[in-house]
C-alpha cells in the first residue's frame, strides 16, 4: 500500500513507541513523515477516507461469512487533544453500521462495585466491526494512579490484567489499536479558552477540566509508566502529536489504514452459484 | 429555515402520509419538490450536511444539561431500495458520537420467546442521542403478515400495541420519524442483478432476496395497512420515493432537518461563571 501524497515516511512506524520510548522527549507540535501544510493533510485525509472506508467495508462483509476478526482503536488523552475530532472526522468517515462506538464516562456505583474491566469486556466490538473507546480501561491506570485511588500494587496487577486481556483479544480476532493524542499545555489553554469565548461551545466547558489541568507533570507520569507497561508488539500503543488537529487526524487515519491494510482483508467469494442466480433474476 | 437550493416545497410536506393515502398512487422514480437533477441533488445534500449536523449537536448538547429530548429514525423498505445508504450519506454526515443505531435481524430464540416489543424497548435512543433503526417493530406486521406467521387478532394487537408504544416514546422525549423508502420491482431487479455482476459486491446478496422478491404485492398490500393503522399525528410515516437514489436522501436529510428544527433546539447557556472561569484560566 502506497502512502499518500504528502507523507514521507508511514506516521504508523514513527509514532509506534518501542522500549525506551520517552514521552517528554517527543513534540505535541510536530508532523511526523508528513512533509505537507494543513491544507495537503486536510486534502490527503478526504482523499485517503474512501480507502479506510472501503478497508472497513471488506472487514465488515468478511464477517457476514463466520470471519471472526474485529479492529479496536483506544483513544486516550487529555482534555481538548481532539478525541472528538477523530470520531467525527476519522471514523465518521466510514460506514456508521460497522461502527460500534462507546464513551467511557466515569464508573456508575454498580461498574465501582465490580472489576475495572467487568464494563469493559461487553464493549468490545464483534465480528466485523470498527471499534471505538472514547477512553477506556486505562482510565484505571492514569487518573486513578494520578489522584492515587490504587495503590502501587494494585497498579501493577491492572496493568498485568490489561496485558492479558488484550492478549486475549488478539487472540479471539480483535486488532486493537492504542492512540494517545498528545497535547501539550500551552496548547490546552488555548483551545479552553476558545471555549470560553464561543457561546456554541460552553456546554463542551466544565470547570473541573481546568482542576485536571493542574496535575499535568502527574498525568504525564502516569502516560509514561502506561506506556512502558502495556505498549506490546500485539497491542502497541502509538503517540500521535496533537497540537495540529489535522496531523493527529491524518495519522490516526494513516495508522489505521496500515492495520486494516495488514490484515489482508478480500471480499468475500460468491457463497452462491452466480450463474444459476444470475438464471433466476431474469425470470423474476 | 429556508428550502435548499432547488426544493420548490417541503419534502416533509409532500411525503407525509395523511388519511386516504394509497401506496399504489404514489410514483417511485419522482422527485416530489425538487426542481433540480441528479448533481443538484448531491450538491444539495452536501450543501445541508452541516445543518443536520449542527441540529444534531444542539440536541446531544442539551441532553449534558438534563434535556431529555431525541430522535428516531425508523427505516423500513424493500431489499436494495437503499437503507444503507440513508445511514452511510446522511446519518454518516453527523456525529457518530450522537448516532445510536441499531439493525434489527431476524429474531433470535429468546426474542421470539418474548413479546415482539421486547427487544425493541432497549434500543431507543437516550436523551440527546439520534438514534436510526434499521429494520424495527413494523417488521412484526410486514413480513408476519406476509408469510401469515401472526393472524388477522394478533397483527390488530400488534397496531394497537405499536401505537401506544410511540405515544409512550413521545411522550418521555422521543420524536419518531418513520420512513418507507419506496422502490419499483423494476428497479429492485436492477440493483439485484448489479450485485450479482460485481464480486465486491456479491456478499450482499442472498439467494433469499429473490424468496421475498416473489412476495412483492402481498408486501405492498402489507405497508399500505401498516400506514393506515399506524401512521399518526405523533409519529407518522413518510414514503419516499426511492428509485432514485440521490433524491431519496435527499429527502430524508430534509425530513430530518425539518423535524429538528421544528424541535426549536438551543445551545445551552454557560451552567458557570464564564468571567470567573476566564479569569481562572488566564492563570492556570
Do not use: C
Not at 59 to 74: M, N, Q, T
Not at 90 to 96: A, E, N
Amino acid at each position: 500500500m502506497s502512502l499518500p501524497l504528502g507523507f514521507t515516511a508511514s506516521p504508523a512506524d514513527l509514532l509506534r513507541t518501542t522500549p525506551g520510548f520517552s514521552l517528554s522527549e517527543v513534540a505535541t507540535n510536530a508532523a511526523p513523515g508528513f512533509s505537507g501544510k494543513k491544507h495537503d493533510g486536510a486534502a490527503a485525509l478526504a482523499v485517503r477516507a474512501p480507502i479506510l472506508a472501503q478497508l472497513q467495508e471488506q472487514l465488515f462483509a468478511e464477517s457476514r461469512f463466520s470471519g471472526k476478526r474485529s479492529i479496536l482503536l483506544v483513544l486516550q488523552a487529555m482534555d481538548t487533544a481532539g478525541k472528538g475530532g477523530i470520531v467525527g472526522h476519522v471514523v465518521g468517515s466510514v460506514d456508521p453500521q460497522g461502527v460500534q462506538l462507546k464513551a467511557f464516562k466515569a464508573p456508575t456505583d454498580e461498574e465501582k462495585a465490580h472489576d475495572f474491566l467487568w464494563r469493559i469486556r461487553p464493549a468490545v466490538p464483534s465480528p466485523g466491526m470498527f471499534g471505538v473507546f472514547d477512553r477506556s480501561h486505562y482510565e484505571d491506570v492514569l487518573i486513578h494512579r494520578v489522584h492515587g485511588w490504587a495503590d502501587a500494587d494494585e497498579l501493577e496487577r491492572r496493568y498485568t490484567a490489561i496485558n492479558d486481556f488484550e492478549t486475549e483479544l488478539a487472540a479471539a480476532g480483535t486488532t486493537v489499536v492504542k492512540v494517545m493524542l498528545n497535547v501539550s499545555p500551552d496548547e490546552q489553554l488555548e483551545r479552553l479558552t476558545a471555549r470560553l469565548h464561543d457561546p456554541t461551545k460552553y456546554w463542551k466547558y466544565s470547570p473541573t477540566d481546568l482542576d485536571e489541568r493542574g496535575y499535568w507533570s502527574d498525568y504525564m507520569d502516569a502516560y509514561q509508566k502506561m506506556f512502558e507497561k502495556t505498549s506490546t508488539p500485539t497491542a502497541p500503543w502509538y503517540v500521535v502529536p496533537a497540537d495540529k488537529k489535522w496531523y493527529a487526524r491524518l495519522a490516526v487515519q494513516e495508522i489505521l489504514i496500515e492495520t486494516l491494510a495488514g490484515m489482508n482483508l478480500q471480499w468475500p467469494a460468491a457463497h452462491f452459484d452466480v450463474g444459476h442466480e444470475r438464471a433466476r433474476l431474469k425470470d423474476a
